[in-house]
């Protein structure tokens, strides 16, 4: 590789970039001040989530340091373009919600719309998560593999590893797209539920939620048809 190429990289089972490991266990490398330019910058050039014990290897610095110059980073783009979204470790630079539409349009398409039963499945998986499928279709009441392969393919559910229920099925939540697509920073900002509906996502999936999200409206209480089969949008 030549001096002024980048070479992307993927990250290891650790979440964590190889080059950012090779530094940790190599001699501990100059460190590079982390300004709050250099973060908008490496953020920018990033084609992944960073964890911010990635970014502290990179700069050679420590977690507190990360942490104040994420702050700032996240008050400076506050009304911008740009926005910073944080996601338990990681972090990532996304668009503003309110530049969708004239996104879209330059990309020649228009953001893709969720059927009904995809927008329950969501909710139940954004307010439920860590859920399997089996606790899905208890909630819904109806078979789910269909919407659940559907919101995969989007990338507004992920897997987040496997259960040690019997059979070890796949626990899903949701990730950074998600965060992106309904214009949320964090999940603390996904709006309360009424008492009635997280009674009911507390029933079948065996843990009660939060006392902050059981206020208001969030998710259909009503039921519905079975999916329809159809191809992944």
């Known amino acids: 590789m030549t001096d002024g190429e ?6 290891g089972d650790n979440g964590v970039h190889p080059a950012a490991e090779d530094l940790a266990d190599s001699a501990a490398p100059e460190p590079i001040e982390l300004t709050e330019a250099v973060l908008e910058a490496l953020l920018f050039v990033a084609e992944r989530p960073l964890s911010r014990r990635e970014i502290a290897v990179l700069a050679g610095t420590d977690r507190e340091t990360v942490d104040a110059r994420l702050g700032d980073l996240e008050v400076s783009l506050r009304g911008r373009g740009i926005r910073l979204v944080l996601h338990g470790d990681r972090v990532e630079l996304v668009t503003a919600p309110e530049a969708g539409a004239l996104i879209a349009r330059y990309v020649g398409a228009d953001a893709v719309r969720l ?7 969501l909710a139940i998986v954004a307010y439920r998560q860590p859920v399997t499928r089996s606790a899905i279709e208890r909630i819904r009441g109806v078979d789910s593999d269909y919407t659940v392969r559907t919101l995969l393919h989007r990338r507004l559910v992920v897997e987040l590893g496997r259960s040690d229920a019997p059979g070890r099925p796949f626990l ?3 990730g950074f797209d998600f965060l992106e697509r309904f214009g949320l920073t964090s999940l603390d900002e996904l709006p309360p539920l009424e008492v009635d509906v997280a009674a009911r996502l507390a029933e079948e999936g065996g843990e009660e939620l939060p006392a902050e999200l059981t206020e208001a409206s969030g998710v259909p209480d009503e039921p519905v048809e079975p999916d329809e089969p159809g191809p992944l949008a």
């Open 115 to 121: 059927s009904p039963a995809s927008l329950e499945t």
């Open 6 to 11: 980048i070479r992307v990289l993927e990250a």
């Open 172 to 174: 899903y939540g949701t």
